[in-house]
């Protein structure tokens, strides 16, 4: 199974500030997701980040707050913008081959 | 859209005993994935799962597609085998994965020594 590297594992932040997340692979995945999951609370999807064009975002969450890039098939970054505490989340990224799904270890973030 | 109903959300056990984990979703689906999640927030998958059952080690997980049902069974339970258990399925049964995942709330597993 491919392995995902996903910095930083965790971060306090302050109030307005951005912090870009980053996930590579070792190996080339055919689709890549950001998920956030809020305290107590299951996985939601973000985005599909989609190599070479804008991430399909998904209802409630928009560019602007959350810009996404993936310049090729193993790396993706997201950053999340002008950050308030509601902010405070897991923020995991998920690579897709067929018949196999695999996760970064996760992005603590702490908004003050 | 697809929707995931976990039971129990809270199970705590002793050491040994069998474990019971169940899923149930609405749509009809290419497949089915049991997760871990430990403390730490990290995520391993344990299964993907289209039919009939798989086994792992301790792990055993099953699916029956008429009843839109999944189980994970945990043999000889342990310890180290707390932590979150989630259970995914793709968004859609068109998507077929390919637009992202619905996670249920996840089963908090404690094992007592």
């Known amino acids: 199974s491919a392995v995902i590297s996903q910095k930083p594992s965790r971060d306090i932040c302050q109030r307005g500030t951005s912090l870009t997340i980053q996930c590579q692979v070792d190996s080339q995945v055919t689709m890549m997701f950001w998920y956030r999951q809020q305290p107590g609370q299951s996985l939601t999807l973000i985005a599909t980040a989609n190599q070479g064009s804008e991430a399909t975002y998904e209802s409630g969450f928009v560019i602007d707050k959350f810009p996404i890039s993936r310049p090729n098939l193993t790396f993706s970054t997201l950053t999340v913008s002008n950050m308030s505490p509601e902010d405070s989340s897991i923020y995991l990224c998920?690579?897709?081959?067929?018949?196999?799904?695999?996760f970064g270890e996760g992005s603590r973030l702490t908004v003050l | 859209k697809n929707e995931v109903e976990q039971s129990p959300q809270n199970l705590t056990a002793q050491e040994g005993e069998f474990i019971t984990i169940n899923c149930s979703y609405s749509?009809?689906?290419?497949?089915l994935h049991w997760l871990q999640q430990h403390p730490g927030g990290g995520i391993v998958s344990l299964f993907m799962?289209?039919?009939g059952k798989k086994k792992h080690g301790r792990l055993i997980a099953t699916i029956n597609i008429q009843e839109k049902h999944s189980s994970l069974h945990i043999t000889a339970s342990h310890p180290r085998d707390s932590a979150v258990y989630i259970c995914a399925v793709p968004r859609s049964y068109s998507g077929g994965g390919a637009d992202g995942l619905t996670f249920g709330k996840g089963t908090h597993l404690i094992i007592q020594p």
């Open positions: 799962l289209s039919s």
């Open positions: 998920a690579g897709q081959n067929p018949g196999e799904l695999f």
């Open positions: 749509v009809g689906i290419s497949a």
